[in-house]
């Protein structure tokens, strides 16, 4: 019969890479951690660790399983919180990756808020562009743009209509002229974003009446610089060095306070629809539900402050 306690010991060693450090945490021994280990290998009947004298890492089969312990050690968890502090009540630690740029400038200061408004939840941040996987990492909510391609995961909406936008300062705008045509960018400096070593510089642009198929206009940019950190791209814009192409959320409060002009508002740009997302229906809590209302009318309060700059049917620059 399979323990808890092992279950526990071969989720925490695959979080941290290391029996001793997995030991030390759970205050147990080394040896006690291996022949936890060991004996929920003999168990299943698999091998979940290749070791060697200075390295452990997991098998195949050990990254299978370890999902479905995880996902084990959650659900014991939620009954537990259940019985104990009742389903409706809002608290608990919550373990949340988010974006660079909209994590530092906005979502921050929004779990601040509403913080104050539950103070029994407290939170685990992760901040970063790179999409965190949910079934190594240990985390409970994954804030993220775009579509979500992994039907195993749950996707709650929280800004489902936002795009892209063309930005840049009014300086830079001075100094360099209006755009009037979308293929005028190729005489701009454009600050591209890259991840994973790949410069994003293929910009899609969309006409009245295409919403989410091909793109009706690609245009491939060039610029002087580029960074794998959004946020990092937006404040290259705001000091006036080049034109980014940014998530509307991104850049609300820079839009807002004259940092940032749209160029071409009539355009339509790339969808960057935001979700809340999980790994499990059971980590839909009440805290979980009440997070993503709250996170859902921080983001139409940021729409609204931006409305106003209607779509025109003609895709500037499109033949």
């Known amino acids: 019969m399979l323990r808890l306690d092992d279950l526990t010991v071969f989720v925490r060693t695959a979080d941290r890479g290391s029996l001793s450090a997995a030991a030390r945490e759970l205050e147990i021994s080394p040896a006690l951690a291996s022949v936890a280990v060991k004996r929920l290998e003999s168990e299943l009947g698999l091998r979940l660790f290749a070791r060697t004298t200075r390295s452990l890492r997991l098998t195949e089969e050990g990254e299978r399983y370890l999902r479905h312990a995880r996902g084990a050690l959650r659900m014991l968890q939620d009954g537990h919180d259940a019985l104990t502090e009742g ?67 749950i996707a709650l909406p929280l800004a489902p209509g936002n795009r892209r936008v063309l930005v840049a300062s009014p300086d830079y705008i001075a ?21 994973d070593d790949v410069i994003h510089d293929r910009w899609n642009f969309y ?52 940092r940032l002009v749209v160029l071409m508002p009539q355009v339509q740009g790339e969808p960057t629809p935001l979700h809340m997302v999980c790994m499990h229906r059971s980590q839909v809590s009440a805290t979980v539900l009440r997070l993503r209302d709250f996170l859902r009318e921080q983001c139409e309060q940021c729409e609204r402050g931006q409305a106003g700059t ?8 499109a033949a």
Request: charged letters at 25%; aromatic letters at 6%.
């Open 87 to 153: 389903k409706e009540a809002l608290g608990g630690v919550l373990k949340i990756s988010m974006p660079s740029d909209l994590g530092r400038n906005m979502l921050v200061g929004w779990l601040d808020q509403f913080q104050a408004l539950y103070p029994k939840v407290s939170y685990q941040l992760s901040v970063g562009d790179r999409v965190t996987d949910m079934y190594r990492q240990p985390v409970d909510i994954a804030i993220r743009y775009g579509r979500q391609e992994d039907s195993n995961l």
């Open 175 to 195: 100094r360099h002229g209006a755009l009037t045509d979308l293929r005028d960018l190729a005489r701009h400096n454009c600050l591209r974003f890259m991840l």
């Open 207 to 258: 006409g009245a009446d295409v919403a989410d198929g091909a793109p009706a206009l690609a245009v491939h940019v060039q610029g002087d610089r580029s960074a794998d950190d959004a946020d990092l791209v937006r404040r290259w814009a705001v000091a006036g060095l080049g034109v980014a192409y940014k998530s509307r959320l991104d850049v609300s409060d820079d839009l807002g306070a004259g």
């Open 310 to 317: 209607g779509l025109a049917p003609p895709l500037p620059g």
